[in-house]
T-cell receptor
Framework: NAGVTQTPKFQVLKTGQSMTLQCAQD?????MSWYRQDPGMGLRLIHY???????DQGEVPNGYNVSRSTTEDFPLRLLSAAPSQTSVYFC????????????FGPGTRLLVL | QKEVEQDPGPLSVPEGAIVSLNCTYS??????FMWYRQYSRKGPELLMY????GNKEDGRFTAQVDKSSKYISLFIRDSQPSDSATYLC??????????????FGRGTQLTVWP
């Protein structure tokens, strides 16, 4: 199993550009989540999904869109990047009902100029 | 007020010391309590978890949960330089807004020097 994979590892964007951060898992996990990590702020939940076709907002959803068309994939879209979205983004997955066993991807470092 | 509070440190200790890391929380719906370890430029990895109150031990690591005080702890005995990392506490529940999501503390940066 590859676990949770994220691409790209690093990205530089200009203000106003759009992009999609990819996340995939091969463990057949129902739950998937996106977090951002900023210095001194810990991990903050952006969006999460409890299954294919079901998504919900987390703590900091503004400026981000998600969809979950398959169990395996959970892409995060930035429609119009802003410098405030400079951060490290982590995707995580977990078997349904077992929040204690979240598996994190390696992260995507995003710099918005 | 954040739902989960954690002193960010940094914490610096000599090799062999006992380390105590702590978090407090405000939401009584939390039932699952986790500690994650994150090495520099890596994703968090689950270290330990506890359901409801009580203690759990795994090698040099002990997790404690006191729900009456809304306080959790992680103890590291005989600390090693390889324990140098950021430690994040996290919590979730099984109802309402706590279902299906983790609430993280800010993380405590720990350095163990030889």
């Amino acid at each position: 199993n590859a676990g949770v994979t994220q691409t790209p590892k690093f990205q530089v964007l200009k203000t106003g550009q759009s992009m999609t951060l990819q996340c995939a898992q091969d463990m057949n996990h129902e739950y998937m989540s996106w977090y951002r990590q900023d210095p001194g702020m810990g991990l903050r939940l952006i969006h999460y999904s409890v299954g294919a076709g079901i998504t919900d907002q987390g703590e900091v959803p503004n400026g981000y869109n998600v969809s979950r068309s398959t169990t395996e994939d959970f892409p995060l879209r930035l429609l119009s990047a802003a410098p405030s979205q400079t951060s490290v983004y982590f995707c995580a997955s977990t078997p349904g009902g077992k929040q204690e066993t979240q598996y994190f991807g390696p992260g995507t470092r995003l710099l918005v100029l | 007020q954040k739902e989960v509070e954690q002193d960010p440190g940094p914490l610096s200790v000599p090799e062999g010391a006992i380390v105590s890391l702590n978090c407090t929380y405000s939401n009584s719906a939390f039932q699952y309590f986790m500690w994650y370890r994150q090495y520099s430029r890596k994703g968090p990895e689950l270290l330990m978890y506890t359901y409801s109150s009580g203690n759990k031990e795994d090698g040099r690591f002990t997790a404690q949960v006191d729900k009456s005080s809304k306080y959790i702890s992680l103890f590291i005995r005989d600390s090693q330089p390889s324990d140098s990392a950021t430690y994040l506490c996290a919590m979730s529940g099984d109802r309402g807004s706590t279902l299906g999501r983790l609430y993280f503390g800010r993380g405590t940066q720990l350095t163990v020097w030889p």
